[in-house]
């Protein structure tokens, strides 16, 4: 059974930063494209930062690009996103998000494997 567990959420003020980690189990997904995805308060899913295995590429949302960073730890199947600079309207829960493959892709429905969802709190 796959299963995707995040940690490192929690509360900070702006201008700090966090950082989220993402352990995957059942399976290795050292050849898949994995990312972030984030949902504020009555809002859709957003991408927020990939990593695509194939390509051995970062893609990053505009509105988190020079603030944030995706990596991955292949030996320990976990992938991280240190989250810098956080503003208020970072505020939201955070995913992390695997798929089979290894391109990637930023729309959710291309993800296989998700996790249970983090939060994330940024006070002013």
């Known amino acids: 059974q796959v299963q995707l567990v995040e940690s490192g959420g929690g509360l900070v003020q702006a201008g700090g930063s966090l950082r989220l980690s993402c352990v995957a189990s059942g399976r290795t997904f050292s050849n898949s494209a994995m990312g972030w995805f984030r949902q504020a308060p009555g809002k859709g899913r957003d991408f927020v930062a990939a990593?695509?295995?194939?390509?051995?590429?970062?893609y990053y949302a505009d509105s988190v690009k020079g603030r944030f960073t995706i990596s991955r730890d292949n030996a320990k199947n976990t992938v991280y996103l240190q989250m810098n600079s956080l503003e208020h309207e970072d505020t939201a829960v955070y995913y992390c998000?695997?798929?089979?493959?290894?391109?990637?892709?930023?729309?959710?429905?291309?993800?296989?494997?998700w996790g249970q969802g983090n939060q994330v709190t940024v006070y002013s």
């Open positions: 998000a695997a798929r089979r493959g290894g391109d990637y892709y930023a729309t959710g429905s291309s993800y296989d494997y």
């Open positions: 990593f695509s295995w194939s390509a051995g590429n970062t």
